[in-house]
């Protein structure tokens, strides 16, 4: 199920081609990203149906280790559970993403730069295996080559858009706090 699970019911990712890899960017140093904790609905970017819209739930689970869950679309298996960490190339912080199958890692990565256009709108972006196709598939070698290659066209393919699932939170302090803060009208004089 590996290549396929990013599919994220049917998201296009085989039209991409390889996205897989036989190790991480790196180890787990960065601390999370406290801003991709939550639920996102995300969309794919070159689907063959662009009104699939996918819930994915992404939760800490240690300091610098996430969770993130989605739909796989497949009656045996309903949940994609992958467990991913930051390496920072450039500044630029990329997920080492692994699926998790029965508990376990399965050995495969995929590497996924982030981008927020907004505090609640997001971009990810996969990279491509057949633009690091002549790289040793170590994590010094992927890690330094993605490095160099990070900015030219390609070597990210653009995968999903997603928007913050916000909870709605009934709030009446709010209100009165507004309503508190207007300034009081003096009386008006009498004649």
Not at 58 to 64: H, K, R, T
Not at 117 to 127: K, P, Q, W
Not at 143 to 172: I, N, P, S, T, W
Request: aromatic letters at 10%; proline letters at 9%.
């Amino acid at each position: 199920m590996r290549f396929g699970s990013w599919c994220l019911l049917g998201l296009a990712l085989p039209l991409f081609g390889c996205i897989e890899f036989d190790a991480p960017l790196g180890p787990p140093k960065s601390p999370i990203d406290p801003n991709l904790l939550g639920e996102w609905r995300c969309m794919s970017f070159g689907t063959p149906d662009p009104d699939v819209v996918v819930r994915m739930n992404v939760q800490a689970l240690e300091p610098n280790h996430y969770e993130v869950v989605f739909p796989c679309d497949q009656p045996d298996h309903p949940d994609c559970r992958f467990r991913a960490h930051i390496t920072r190339l450039h500044h630029t912080p990329i997920l080492s993403a692994e699926e998790m199958e029965g508990g376990k890692g399965s050995g495969k990565w995929y590497f996924v730069r982030y981008t927020f256009h907004r505090y609640n709108l997001l971009r990810f972006e996969v990279a491509d295996h057949d633009a690091l196709k002549d790289v040793p598939e170590t994590s010094s070698a992927l890690r330094q080559a993605l490095g160099k290659e990070m900015k030219r066209h390609g070597v990210f393919l653009d995968y999903l858009a997603c928007a913050k699932v916000e909870e709605k939170v009934q709030d009446d302090s709010a209100t009165e706090s507004t309503t508190s803060a207007l300034p009081t009208p003096e009386p008006t004089p009498s004649k």
